[in-house]
């Protein structure tokens, strides 16, 4: 009897011992660094060049996040891997573009396999800005699966068309060395840089019980609605701004809309001078599709001849040599409809910050 009591007491002390390890120790993280931490759902990736650190964005992406790290445990059924094996295991970085992105997460190490099904993308307000982020690769619209890429270095052109779903908040070090292997055809590591172990952990009393299977298994069908639901908050937000942008600017009979922000006695414009002018232009939600500063090269050509948009032909001819303006441009006198190049959609209001350089 004594001996059983005893097992029995063993028992139970190992058992409290290993629901008492912290979660700092158990992933082998710095306690100071985990301490700082906020609540959340986070991934230790261990790879062959380093430990990473991510903190996933389950607010902004919830349903995208639910699949990553629902993969990671093994608790997603997919067609690559066996239930309740973690998916990312063993997998490689197969596409790596220094200043650009490392790319992995496809079981066929190839960039053409999937987990055998297909996810829509969620609309949000994160912007690929800065290096770390994790992103979902895709192959057009709506066609997210397994694979994710990181950024190396800012990445704007990629905003709203891959949905960002976490940051690198340790081992940007890391991803420095991976962008930086050397690579063979198709961007493909010469040694292959192994992704060895993905282990999820949370943090905080809301995450205690999170669920990543079930919230992407009811999440998934409702994204198109909370992306709607997305679409027409920010609507209103940019009818807001645009009607305050145009309360403090001046109209012409066209309907541009400018404001003349450094005035000169310089050189006036007619039709069909040569002009040099600088610019960056932006859509009303505040992305940049264009900027002549940053290529330290003014654009040049005859303005009035309809060379370009009429909204800049209007409003650059309302300039004198060394003057800048800030011109807020309808879709009747930008690109329309048919918008442009991908990068500016259809009915865009344009905001161009412009400088006329030089009248030749």
């Known amino acids: 009897m004594k001996k059983i009591v005893s097992l029995c007491f063993a028992t139970i002390a190992i058992l409290t011992l290993t629901n008492c390890n912290p979660i700092y120790k158990k992933m082998n993280i710095d306690k100071s660094f985990y301490e700082a931490l906020p609540d959340g759902v986070y991934a230790k990736m261990e790879t062959s060049k380093g430990d990473m650190i991510i903190k996933f964005f389950d607010k902004e992406s919830p349903v995208t996040v639910a699949n990553f790290v629902g ?9 690559a891997k066996t239930k309740g094996v973690p998916f990312y295991d063993g997998l490689i970085f197969h596409r790596v573009i ?6 992995g997460g496809d079981p066929q190490g190839t960039g053409m396999g999937s987990p055998g099904y297909k996810f829509d993308d969620e609309k949000n307000d994160l912007k690929h800005d800065a290096e770390g982020y994790l992103s979902m690769a895709n192959s057009g619209p709506n066609t997210n699966g397994s694979q994710f890429f990181i950024t190396h270095v800012p990445t704007p052109w990629l905003d709203g068309k891959h949905t960002i779903f976490g940051k690198v908040v340790k081992g940007i070090e890391v991803i420095d060395a991976i962008a930086n292997v050397k690579t063979a055809a198709q961007d493909r590591p010469e040694q292959d840089v192994k992704i060895e172990k993905v282990e999820i952990f949370t943090k905080g009393e809301a995450y205690k019980h999170y669920d990543a299977a079930k919230t992407f298994n009811e999440g998934k069908a409702k994204i198109q609605e909370n992306n709607q639901a997305y679409f027409e908050k920010k609507a209103a937000e940019e009818a807001k701004k645009l009607e305050r942008m145009k309360s403090e600017m001046t109209q012409t009979p066209s309907g541009l809309f400018y404001k003349i922000t450094q005035t000169t006695e310089g050189k006036a414009p007619k039709a069909g001078d040569v002009v040099a002018v600088h610019y960056s232009g932006k859509l009303l939600n505040g992305m940049e599709f264009d900027n002549s500063y940053k290529r330290h090269e003014p654009i040049d050509f005859p303005v009035g001849t309809g ?3 009429k909204g800049w ?5 309302l300039l004198k040599e060394g003057e800048k303006a800030t011109l807020l441009i309808p879709p009747a006198l930008g690109y ?3 918008g442009a190049g991908g990068v ?15 009248v030749k």
Request: cysteine-free; aromatic content about 8%; glycine content about 8%.
């Open 98 to 103: 220094k200043n650009f992105m490392i790319q």
């Open 344 to 358: 500016i959609p259809p009915n865009a209001w344009l905001l161009f910050d412009v400088e006329l350089v030089k």
């Open 71 to 79: 993969l990671a445990q093994g608790k997603i059924e997919n067609k």
């Open 307 to 309: 060379r370009v948009i």
């Open 336 to 338: 329309g409809a048919r």
């Open 313 to 317: 032909d209007e409003g650059i001819m």
